[in-house]
């Protein structure tokens, strides 16, 4: 009973955005938790055929950061994660607990220090500026994930293939990193759902010159007289349809990461 409620309290925003994505404006306010009676797509197309392109502009810069972020930090914390984890002695640990210490402190803290060194470095307001800040950030997470994932991995396998010769560039590649598929899509799916859905980073360290992410675009189309509720909930729907979608394509391996990591050694 106690789940039940519980299941429901969490389901109330989302159905709200639902029903409310194909309804007129006025019965958005009028009713906002009735059934859409009749539906209508009206709310989604003004929201992709506004003017100032405000959806257009925000997907194509969220789907530039995210794809970036991830491809960056997927691939420096499975090499950083296959380093620790083969690496003997109490090194390792000492490393992993100071990277994630970092985890520990929450981004609004760290955010004027970041703007100064990016602007010292000519990278504020640029996406190149906004990227390195996540990867900077979330490395810590990736790194913690890998280096588990690669502890199961029998070391036999890549001592095997360095007495055939391989080096320790081409061990990882093509020995190590096939076998991290379940643990990248793990970090994959997280790192991606947080910085697709980050508002603070984006709106301070890219500006308003810069463009505009999906989250970001969900707040500059409130304004302080805003009515049109439809198109608030319009964005907010087409801003999660992408990230889902992306949870979905990698939901399969996103479960063996999961149940693999838990049985393995």
Known sequence: MAATFVTAVFFLPLYEVLVNVFKHGQDITAHPVSLPIPPTLASVQ??????????WYGLINSVEVTAIS??????VSAMLGHY???????????VLAVL????????????????????SLG???TI???????VGYYVPFGVFVFTGFVKTIPVELEEAAALDGAGRFR???Q??????????????????????NDFLNPLILLGPASGTTVTVGIYRAIGEHQSDFGQVFALMFLATLPILVFYLAFQRHFVKGLTGGATKG
């Open 46 to 55: 003004q929201v992709t055929s506004r003017p100032d392109h405000l959806f």
């Open 70 to 75: 991830i491809t960056v930090l997927t691939v």
């Open 84 to 94: 620790l984890a083969r690496l003997p002695g109490r090194g390792a640990k000492a």
């Open 100 to 119: 994630l210490c970092g985890l520990m402190i929450p981004p609004a803290v760290i955010l004027e220090p970041i703007t100064e060194v990016l602007r």
């Open 123 to 125: 990278l504020m307001t």
């Open 128 to 134: 190149l500026g906004l990227v390195l800040v996540n």
């Open 171 to 173: 061990i990882f590649w």
């Open 175 to 196: 020995i190590v990193f096939p076998l991290l598929r379940p643990a990248s899509a793990s970090v994959l799916i997280f790192l991606g759902v947080w910085i697709w």
